[in-house]
C-alpha cells in the first residue's frame, strides 16, 4: 500500500469521526413537556418571556440566580431558574432561547440566548 | 394614501439617480468584459483577435472599476451629508454618530458589506490587469465574471417577482414598506425633523473602521488564486498558473488573518463574550476559508520546489474562495439565526448567494474533473525525510480542522436539509466542543512546523535533521514541563492536552528562531517563513495560556447550586453597592459611582492591591460602561486595565438604568444603624451618606395636640431640610419636648433615604442643639453586577500577530524579488 493511500484513509476515519462527534455533541431544540419527559437531559427550549409574572432577581443574595417564567412555543408555561445573572434590558427580548435542563417541574438553565427585536433590526415606529 | 402629487422638500434624488446609473454601469460593464475578456482568451495568444478583444475588454472593466469607485463615493457623500431620504443612509447613520464612525456606517448593512467586497475586487482587477501579461484574458475573465454575481447583489430590480439584489440607492424611507403608510409620507417637509436610526452601539468602535475593509480585503483576494487555477484548468497550462498565484495567495494569507484577528480584538474590547474568540458561527465563517487559504499557500510552495501534490494545488485554491462564498452564504441568509450574535439579517437573496455559490462550485467540478487524467502524475513517492510530505500533511490536517470546524458551523443548515432539531453547543460547551478536535489539530500543525523547517525538500540527511532539532526539542521540552508543573496541568486528563499544546507551541517557536540563527544566519531576506512561523507559535500560545489560565475573580460564594450538575455552578458575578469595597483575587474593589457622558454611562470600579507590608501597591479606577441607545437596546462593553503580563477585564452584566441621575434609588428595607450625633446651631449642616442636612429654624409654636403630646411642657421641632446627591431636597422635623420634667424626643424618618433623625436637647447657653441621625444599614443603595476576568499573557497572542504580519511581507517581497 502506498503512504498516500493511508494517509487517506487516516484522514476519511477523522473526517467521519468528526461528523459523528459533532452530532453526537448537538443539542436539540425541544418544548418543555419533550424536556420533562427526559429529565436530567439537556435542550434548547424556544419561547417567549411570560411579562404578566414577575421576575426575580435578588442580587444582594445571589447575583447568578435569576428565575422568569417562560412560555414555550406549545404556550406550556414553566419557572425557569437562570443560574447566571440577569442579563441586562432582558425585559425587552421577544424571544428566548433557554439551555438546560428540567428538574421536576422547574427548568434549571445554564444560559439563554436573547432576540431583541431592537438589536438589530428597529420595530419601533419612529416618531415624526 | 396618494402621495404620488407631494412635493417634497429637501431631497437629494441626484445622489440616488447617480448611484443607481453607476450601479447598472458597473453591472453591464462588468458583463461586458467577462464576455470579450472570456473571448479574449479563447484566442491565440497575442493574435490579432486577442488584442482587439483585449482592448473592449480592459476598456470595459476601467469602466466598471471606475463606476464601482464612483458608488463607493456616492455612498459615502449621502452618509456624511445626512440624506435621511434614503432608507440606507437612515437604517445605519444619524446626525449625533460622530463622524470617525462614518465608514462603519457605511459596511454596517448588507449592501455596503458586498459594495466593500466588489470594490476590493476592482482594485485587485486592475492590479492583474497591468501585471498579469498572458494570463490577464483568462484571469481577468473569472474575476469580470464574479463582479458580475456581486454587481448583481446590488441591483435591486425585479424580475418576474423576483427581486434580484438590495440597492442602496434607489430605496427611499418614505417608500419602504415600512414606512409608506405612515403619516410622515403626508408631510411635504419631513425632511426637516428627520435623524437617522443610528449605528449599532457595538459598531462605534475603532476597530470597526478597519477590521471589515482589512477581512474584506482578505476575503477578495482570494480570487486571484481560483482565478489562476481556473485559468490553468482552461488553458491546460497546469503548473505555470502557479508562480504569478504564489505571491497573492500569501498576501491573502496575512490580510485575512490580521483581518479575522482584528475581529478578536474587537470582540475582546467591545463584546461581553469575555474573551477574543468564542467560536461564533460568523468567527468560525472567516477562520475556515483561511485554514484552506493557508493549506493553499503551502502545497504551492511544495508544487514549486519539487512538481507534486499538483491535484492539491488546484483543490486548496479553489476551494478557498468556495468557502468564501460558503462563509457569505451562512452569514448573510439568515440561516444562522439565532445561534450567532452578528449574522445579518435576512434580505431575501437567500436563494441569489446560493445560485452564486453552485455556479462557481459547479465549474470548479466540471473543470478538474476534465483536466483529471492530465494532469501530469508524480513520478515517485515523497521521501519521509523530505520537506515536501510533512508540508502536505499538515495542509490537509488544515483541511480537516476547517472542516471540523465548517461541520459544527452548518448545523442550522443540517436542520433546514434534513429537517432536523440539532442545536449548535453555545458558550462554554462550545468552546469544549471545538477545542477537543482543534487542540490536537493544532498540536500536529505546530510539530509540523517545527521540524519541517529542518526538512530539505527531496532529501535529507536523518542524522544532521536530529543533530539541528535536538536544541529546540531540548528547551521546549524542559521549559513546557516545568510551566505545566507550576500551572498542575498534570493532575488531570483534559489539562495533559494543554501541557501538550504548550509543548508544541514552544517547540515551534524555538524551532524556528534555532533555524533563523544556525541555518540562514540571521539573513532577514529568506527569513520571511521562520518570522512567520514565530510569530504563528506565539499567537497560539498567547491564545492559549490566556484561555486556559484565565481567571474569573469575580467570585461569588453565596448560593450552592451545583446540586444541579457543574455546568450550573455559574458563580463569575459579584453584586458591589456603591462605595462597597469586595475582596476579588489579590485586588480590594470598590464601586465608586457612575458618570453619565452623552450616550454612555461610566461605571467607575477601583482597584486596590495591598503587597506584603499592607499597604497599597497598585490602585488604578476601570470605567466599563453601559451605552444607553433607545432605538437599539443597551449595550455594555468592558474596560480592561493593561499590564505587560496579563490585562485585567471588567466588564458590567447589569446595572439599575432606571434612576438614571434623576432619580434617587428607592431604599426598602435594612436596619437603622447606630444613630450619629451632631451638636450644631441653626443655620449648621452636617452630612449623611446620601445628603447634606441643613438645620433651618426651631420652632417653638409645635401644635402639641396633633402631635399627641398634649401635656408636654415645652415641644420645640427642628426644621430640617435635606438635600440628596441629586439635588432633590427633603424636609423632617424631629421633636424635643419635656413632659413631667422628662426630656423625650418624636423621631422623624425620611423613608426615601433610609434617614432617622431625633432631637435630644436644646443648651440654651449657646443656643446648640443636639441632634441625631441614624441611617439604614445596607438599604438598596445603587448597585452594579460585575465579572472580573484576568487574562495573563494574553500580549503574546498580540505580538505574534505583529510578528506574523512582518514575516509574511518579509516572505512576499522575497518571493516578488525572485519572480521579476
Not at chain 2, 448611484?19 to 453591464?28: A, E, K, P, R, Y
Request: glycine share 8%; proline share 4%.
Amino acid at each position: 500500500m502506498k503512504k498516500s493511500h493511508i494517509i487517506g484513509i487516516v484522514l476519511i476515519a477523522i473526517a467521519i469521526g468528526a461528523i459523528f462527534a459533532s452530532l453526537g455533541d448537538a443539542s436539540t431544540y425541544a418544548s418543555f413537556s419533550t424536556a420533562q419527559n427526559h429529565e436530567g437531559k439537556e435542550f434548547h427550549v424556544v419561547g417567549k418571556l411570560d411579562k404578566s409574572k414577575d421576575m426575580i432577581y435578588q442580587p444582594e443574595k445571589d447575583p447568578n440566580i435569576f428565575v422568569f417564567y417562560m412560555k414555550d412555543s406549545d404556550s406550556t408555561e414553566r419557572k425557569v431558574t437562570l443560574h447566571q445573572a440577569k442579563p441586562q434590558d432582558f425585559e425587552h427580548t421577544e424571544q428566548i432561547v433557554a439551555i438546560g435542563k428540567c428538574v421536576g417541574n422547574d427548568f434549571h438553565a445554564s444560559s439563554v440566548l436573547m432576540k431583541c427585536p431592537s438589536k438589530y433590526v428597529d420595530t419601533k415606529q419612529q416618531k415624526i | 394614501m396618494e402621495s404620488a402629487n407631494i412635493q417634497y422638500l429637501g431631497e437629494h434624488l441626484w445622489a440616488g439617480q447617480l448611484g443607481n446609473c453607476l450601479v447598472i454601469l458597473s453591472f453591464v460593464a462588468a458583463l461586458l468584459a467577462s464576455l470579450s475578456y472570456f473571448s479574449a482568451a479563447n484566442c491565440e495568444v497575442n493574435s490579432e483577435g486577442e488584442i482587439s478583444w483585449r482592448k473592449i475588454a480592459r476598456l470595459s472593466f476601467l469602466v466598471h472599476a471606475f463606476s464601482v469607485f464612483g458608488m463607493v463615493g456616492t455612498l459615502f457623500i449621502m452618509l456624511s451629508q445626512h440624506y435621511f431620504e434614503y432608507e440606507y443612509i437612515w437604517h445605519h447613520s444619524s446626525k449625533e454618530m460622530p463622524m470617525r464612525y462614518l465608514a462603519s456606517c457605511f459596511w454596517e448593512g448588507q449592501e455596503g458589506s458586498f459594495l466593500l467586497w466588489t470594490f476590493w475586487n476592482a482594485v485587485l482587477g486592475l492590479i492583474l490587469m497591468k501585471g498579469s501579461k498572458e494570463w490577464e484574458s483568462p484571469v481577468l475573465a473569472i474575476v469580470s465574471l464574479v463582479q458580475v454575481f456581486l454587481c448583481s447583489m446590488l441591483l435591486g430590480i425585479f424580475v418576474l417577482d423576483y427581486k434580484i439584489g438590495s440597492n442602496p440607492f434607489t430605496i427611499l424611507l418614505r417608500e419602504y414598506p415600512d414606512f409608506k403608510h405612515l403619516p410622515f409620507v403626508q408631510n411635504a417637509n419631513y425632511l426637516s425633523k428627520l435623524d437617522g436610526k443610528g449605528l449599532n452601539p457595538l459598531l462605534q468602535n475603532y476597530w470597526m473602521v478597519i477590521h471589515p475593509p482589512t477581512l474584506f480585503l482578505g476575503f477578495a483576494s482570494t480570487v486571484v488564486p481560483f482565478a489562476f487555477a481556473i485559468a490553468g484548468l482552461w488553458k491546460k497550462k497546469y503548473t505555470e498558473w502557479q508562480r504569478p498565484a504564489l505571491p497573492w495567495t500569501f498576501f491573502g494569507i496575512m490580510v485575512l488573518g490580521t483581518g479575522v484577528l482584528m475581529g478578536g480584538a474587537w470582540a475582546y474590547e467591545a463584546l461581553s463574550f469575555g474573551g477574543f474568540w468564542a467560536w461564533d458561527p460568523v468567527e468560525n465563517a472567516s477562520l475556515v476559508p483561511w485554514l484552506a487559504y493557508v493549506g493553499a499557500g503551502h502545497v504551492m510552495m511544495i508544487h514549486k520546489n519539487k512538481g507534486q501534490s499538483l491535484f492539491a494545488t488546484f483543490f486548496l485554491s479553489l476551494i478557498a474562495f468556495i468557502l468564501v462564498l460558503y462563509a457569505t452564504f451562512l452569514t448573510r441568509s439568515g440561516i444562522l439565526g439565532d445561534s450567532s450574535v452578528h449574522a445579518f439579517t435576512d434580505l431575501g437573496m437567500s436563494g441569489q448567494l446560493l445560485v452564486y455559490l453552485f455556479f462557481f462550485i459547479i465549474i470548479s467540478i466540471v473543470l478538474l474533473a476534465v483536466n483529471f487524467r492530465k494532469l501530469p502524475k508524480q513520478a515517485q513517492e515523497e521521501s519521509i525525510w523530505s520537506r515536501e510530505f510533512w508540508m502536505l500533511i499538515g495542509a490537509l490536517v488544515l483541511l480537516i480542522s476547517a472542516f471540523q470546524i465548517s461541520l459544527t458551523t452548518s448545523i442550522p443548515v443540517i436542520n433546514k436539509i434534513f429537517g432536523t432539531h440539532l442545536a449548535a453547543p453555545v458558550e462554554g460547551k462550545a468552546f469544549n466542543h471545538y477545542h477537543q478536535w482543534q487542540i490536537p489539530f493544532a498540536i500536529l500543525v505546530l510539530i509540523l512546523i517545527a521540524c519541517s523547517q529542518f526538512l530539505k525538500y527531496k532529501k535529507t540527511d536523518p542524522k544532521e535533521f536530529k543533530k539541528n532539532i535536538f536544541i529546540p526539542l531540548g528547551i521546549a521540552l524542559i521549559l513546557a514541563i516545568a510551566i505545566s508543573f507550576y500551572y498542575g496541568w498534570f493532575s488531570e486528563g483534559k489539562t495533559v492536552f494543554y501541557a501538550a499544546l504548550l509543548f508544541a507551541c514552544l517547540f515551534a517557536i524555538f524551532a524556528n528562531i534555532t533555524y533563523f540563527f544556525k541555518i540562514l544566519k540571521g539573513k532577514f531576506d529568506h527569513a520571511g517563513a521562520s518570522i512567520a512561523h514565530i510569530g504563528f507559535g506565539m499567537i497560539l500560545l498567547g491564545a492559549m495560556i490566556s484561555t486556559s489560565r484565565s481567571e474569573k475573580i469575580s467570585v461569588n460564594q453565596k448560593g450552592d447550586v451545583e446540586i444541579y450538575g457543574k455546568e450550573y455552578s455559574n458563580k463569575e458575578n459579584i453584586l458591589l453597592q456603591q462605595n462597597d469595597t469586595a475582596k476579588m483575587g489579590d485586588y480590594f474593589i470598590t464601586y465608586k459611582g457612575k458618570r453619565k457622558v452623552g450616550v454612555d454611562v461610566f461605571y467607575d470600579v477601583e482597584y486596590l492591591k495591598k503587597d506584603a507590608n499592607g499597604r497599597f501597591s497598585e490602585t488604578f479606577i476601570l470605567s466599563p460602561r453601559i451605552q444607553l441607545n433607545q432605538r437599539m437596546g443597551n449595550v455594555p462593553e468592558p474596560d480592561t486595565k493593561h499590564f505587560f503580563t496579563k490585562d485585567i477585564y471588567t466588564h458590567i452584566t447589569l446595572a439599575d438604568l432606571e434612576n438614571m441621575g434623576e432619580q434617587p434609588p428607592q431604599i426598602t428595607s435594612g436596619e437603622y444603624k447606630e444613630p450619629h450625633n451632631n451638636n450644631i446651631s441653626v443655620g449648621d449642616t452636617f452630612f449623611t451618606n446620601n445628603g447634606i442636612v441643613v438645620l433651618q429654624k426651631l420652632n417653638t409654636a409645635v401644635d402639641k395636640e396633633k402631635l399627641g403630646i398634649p401635656k408636654a411642657q415645652i415641644a420645640v421641632g427642628a426644621m430640617l431640610k435635606i438635600f440628596n446627591v441629586y439635588g432633590k431636597i427633603f424636609d423632617a422635623m424631629p421633636v424635643y419636648y419635656i413632659t413631667d420634667s422628662v426630656p423625650n424626643t418624636i423621631e422623624s424618618k425620611v423613608d426615601e433615604l433610609g434617614l432617622k433623625f431625633s432631637f435630644w436637647q436644646v443648651n440654651p447657653s449657646t443656643g446648640k442643639v443636639d441632634i441625631s441621625v441614624s441611617e439604614k444599614a445596607s438599604g438598596k443603595k445603587d448597585f452594579i453586577v460585575m465579572k472580573a476576568i484576568i487574562f495573563p499573557y494574553i500580549n503574546i497572542l498580540w505580538m505574534g500577530c505583529i510578528i506574523m504580519i512582518i514575516g509574511t511581507t518579509l516572505a512576499i517581497r522575497h518571493r516578488l524579488k525572485r519572480n521579476n
